[in-house]
């Protein structure tokens, strides 16, 4: 656990709500004094006043020592918004379903980002053998094949989408891919 970028966290959500250091430490029943030393990342606290903390705060504990959430959830809005300005010409009785199909987009599309450089950086192949007394061989790593299941979910809602465009617009597309 960092503590200066736990303490930062608590710091910008304490902000964002518009309390104090002395509104929050009374709500989660520590000291001022204690609870300034957190969030300048000079103490770490017990997970008991962590999560005291967190819910105070409106947020995760997970959120608090990891950042990786938050991080993913601005890349998937980021990529959303790529995706909103490919469909943007879907009629508005579809736009309900195209949304929900946008976000699910969006979501497999970072998590194939980050499947993909795990797999450029540790092989498609790991060793493996079932005990010790088998003699290794290469196996698919389990990572390759959620990458090839996601990466089919992912072209499978991208066709959905592109059904749901105008035809003019479909026409003009596959014009442009050279179909």
Known sequence: MDKQEVGSRMRKKRKEKNLTQVELSKACGISINYYSSIENGRNSPSLDVLNSIAKNLGVSLVYLLNDRIDEMEHRVAAEENRIKLLFKTIPEPQRKLSDGLITQAARLRILLDDN???????????KFS????????????PIVENYDNRDRTYQSIMKQLTELLPQETKSKKSKLLGR
């Open 116 to 126: 993909w450089k795990d797999i450029l950086e540790n092989g498609e192949y790991e």
């Open 130 to 141: 079932q005990s010790e007394n088998q003699i290794p061989y290469d196996r698919k790593r």
